[in-house]
């Protein structure tokens, strides 16, 4: 008789166990998966990016965020090939290509204080930025 008695207890001590482990990891997943924001900056100018990267990054540092990056992305390089002449120098032919320089940064947990203080920067022409939030 004593036997039944423990292995109902145990059962449900064990039953505890499961649920309780199930709350702490789906609260574990719930701080894992965080709010990160993604910024994609290129431009034709590899200085001009530079910069332009520069006053992201001191803006966000400045606002206490945690900032990953800038990690290069690969050159996207555009040729195009030209003919000189129209007619009789057919072989003769000019080659053009336009670089396009791309940089990846990161901002982890970025507060309203930072995302206003990204919105708010004016960066150079010629430099075009993508945000995401992931």
Known sequence: ?????????????????????????????????????????SAY???????????????AIR???????PTPLP??????TVNRSSFIDKNSREQFEMRIHKRLIDIENPSQKVIEALTNLSLPSGVNVDVKMM
């Open 63 to 69: 606002n206490d965020a945690k900032v990953l990056g």
């Open 45 to 59: 100018e590899h200085k001009v990016l530079d910069q332009s990267i520069r006053q992201v990054i001191d803006t």
């Open 1 to 41: 008789m004593t036997t039944e008695p423990t292995t109902e207890a145990s059962a449900s001590t064990v039953v505890k166990k499961k649920t309780s482990s199930r709350s702490r990891v789906a609260i574990a997943r719930e701080k894992l998966v965080a709010s990160k924001l993604r910024i994609r900056i």
């Open 75 to 80: 050159t996207e390089i555009k040729k195009y």
